[in-house]
């Protein structure tokens, strides 16, 4: 049986990586839930909002995602144009590298909802 602590995390991370390669209109939550292998009442137990929350917490996740990768370039350089430097090379790397879903951003969402739906925007 899995965790039970999982499930919000698995739900999420699941969500997040949907949204971000097919988009938030085309992602449904019967996809969510059957990718994740979660019931449909855990998704409304830790999103009671629906869609709009889930993507909402995608953001959020992704955002913390970024931060973290920057924080450690940066406190790893002395040297900020050698630290962006290596940032970019990092996006590089990553944006190469097929399929990578790993530190994803939640631009498509941006794009697809910035005139219909104010929280996502």
Do not use: C, W
Request: proline letters at 3%; hydrophobic letters at 35%.
């Amino acid at each position: 049986m899995k965790n039970k602590t999982n499930s919000r995390e698995r739900i999420l991370s699941v969500a997040a990586i949907l949204f971000q390669s097919k988009g938030y209109n085309a992602t449904g939550l019967t996809e969510i839930l059957k990718i994740s292998e979660t019931p449909k009442g855990s998704l409304y137990y830790y999103f009671p909002n629906g869609k709009e929350e889930l993507a909402l917490e995608a953001i959020h996740l992704a955002s913390n995602s970024i931060k973290s990768k920057l924080q450690i370039v940066l406190d790893k350089y002395s040297n900020p144009i050698e630290a962006i430097q290596t940032l970019i090379k990092n996006i590089i790397g990553d944006l190469e590298k097929e399929r990578n879903q790993k530190g994803f951003s939640i631009s498509l969402i941006a794009l697809e909802t910035y005139l219909s739906n104010e929280p996502l925007r």
